[in-house]
């Protein structure tokens, strides 16, 4: 099971959620290995415990034999060899109570590459604000570039603060 996320927010505030999203995501995997029902629950957890911020989240499971459970709360979509997997669109974590999220299973074939991101990619800038982007980022992943390449071709774009540990799963 990997789980990435993203919380609204700086400093403090954001660091308790985060600290809040890891503790319900460790009790609710204890009774469910579902991605859709992960996000269900960890959603249904905190809402109105945000502080009026809220987090996007991605749960994949990839089982023995390749197949790849997904589902997403307003997060980024992850790459299947350099193409964005289409997901259902979806409310990040802790706006709506009654919010659902669905689940895409697909099968991973030796080779395949599945890589998942957060926005510090796409979003960083060089000195004029030009943003590195998803064209610059898909072009990347299509010429199979690793997630330590990704990461060095931002940092030279312009994101000194991005680390190889940003890209959870590749």
């Not at 204890?30 to 629950?41: K, Q, S, V, W, Y």
Request: glycine share 14%; proline share 5%.
């Amino acid at each position: 099971l990997v789980v990435l996320g993203d919380v609204s927010g700086k400093g403090l505030s954001a660091a308790m959620i985060v600290s809040m999203v890891v503790g319900m995501l460790r009790t609710i995997a204890g009774f469910t290995d579902e991605p859709a029902e992960i996000l269900g629950e960890l959603n249904r957890r905190l809402c109105g415990r945000t502080q009026g911020g809220f987090a996007t989240c991605l749960v994949a499971r990839l089982e023995f034999g390749g197949k790849l459970a997904i589902a997403s709360a307003g997060h980024l979509p992850p790459y299947v060899n350099g193409e964005e997997l289409p997901l259902a669109g979806s409310l990040p974590l802790g706006l709506a109570e009654n919010a659902s999220y669905e689940q895409t299973v697909l099968e991973m074939n030796p080779g395949d590459r599945l890589f998942l991101l957060t926005d510090g990619i796409v979003e960083a800038q060089d000195g004029n604000g030009r943003l590195f982007g998803f064209p610059r980022l898909e072009w990347l992943l299509r010429e199979g570039v690793t997630a330590a390449g990704v990461v060095e071709a931002a940092q030279q774009h312009g994101q000194h603060a991005l680390e190889p540990r940003h890209l959870v799963f590749e």
